[in-house]
T-cell receptor, first 117, second 116 residues
Framework: DTEVTQTPKHLVMGMTNKKSLKCEQH?????MYWYKQKAKKPPELMFV???????INESVPSRFSPECPNSSLLNLHLHALQPEDSALYLC????????????????FGEGSWLTVV | AQKITQTQPGMFVQEKEAVTLDCTYD???????LFWYKQPSSGEMIFLIY??????QNATEGRYSLNFQKARKSANLVISASQLGDSAMYFC?????????????FGDGTTLTVKP
């Protein structure tokens, strides 16, 4: 079983709705990630938090707003989304942001399937 | 620039046989890590195996092994004794040690279908 848990598993929202995706990890990891994945494509990095501070924003539209309330939690707030934002959203975590010569595996959650109608 | 190439969009294998999924990479960083992930249709991205660029031996994890050929810049995944539950999409990924902190490069993936 994955140690990165995401809720909800499925979400359908209208273009005027406000919703949030939630992610939790209890591995003591200090880096947490949001990825977006379209069908049959590799995941695309959206945001990275390191020690609860936003380290990377891959030029993501402002209708996606990340939040890291503490070292175990990561949220993605959604507002005024477009149908093309429908995708699988994957949360992930790793021990640290830096790769390191001994390895620093990124572990993913089960994902949240988002449909924007 | 870092790049991962997976040249097999789809692969078929008979149950109980072995299969090799190809992955080649390119990077200018002398230190890096290579990862394989499995993604069933349910969506979860499952970590399978890791190989560091300085590791002398090929990584193994149960039925998974990584055929690492550094000079050829290849990191092929070998799955032995395939099972029906191995049917999934498989991604090869790379992270660099000295550059691009926090960023992974993924290949386009290979869809593996195990036939009974």
């Amino acid at each position: 079983d994955t140690e990165v848990t995401q809720t909800p598993k499925h979400l359908v929202m209208g273009m005027t709705n406000k919703k949030s995706l939630k992610c939790e990890q209890h591995m003591g990891h200090r880096a947490m990630y949001w990825y977006k994945q379209k069908a049959k494509k590799p995941p695309e990095l959206m945001f990275v938090y390191s020690y609860e501070k936003l380290s990377i924003n891959e030029s993501v539209p402002s209708r996606f707003s990340p939040e890291c309330p503490n070292s175990s939690l990561l949220n993605l707030h959604l507002h005024a989304l477009q149908p093309e934002d429908s995708a699988l959203y994957l949360c992930a975590s790793s021990q640290d942001l830096v790769m390191g010569v001994s390895g620093n595996t990124i572990y993913f959650g089960e994902g949240s399937w988002l449909t924007v109608v | 620039a870092q790049k991962i190439t997976q040249t097999q969009p789809g692969m078929f294998v008979q149950e109980k046989e072995a299969v090799t999924l190809d992955c080649t990479y390119d990077t200018s960083d002398p230190s890096y890590g290579l990862f394989w992930y499995k993604q069933p249709s349910s969506g979860e991205m499952i970590f399978l195996i890791y190989q560091g660029s300085y590791d002398q031996q090929n990584a193994t994890e149960g039925r998974y092994s990584l055929n690492f050929q550094k000079a050829r810049k290849s990191a092929n995944l070998v799955i032995s004794a395939s099972q029906l539950g191995d049917s999934a999409m498989y991604f090869c990924a790379m992270r660099e040690v000295n550059t691009n902190a926090g960023k992974s490069t993924f290949g386009d993936g290979t869809t593996l279908t195990v036939k009974p």
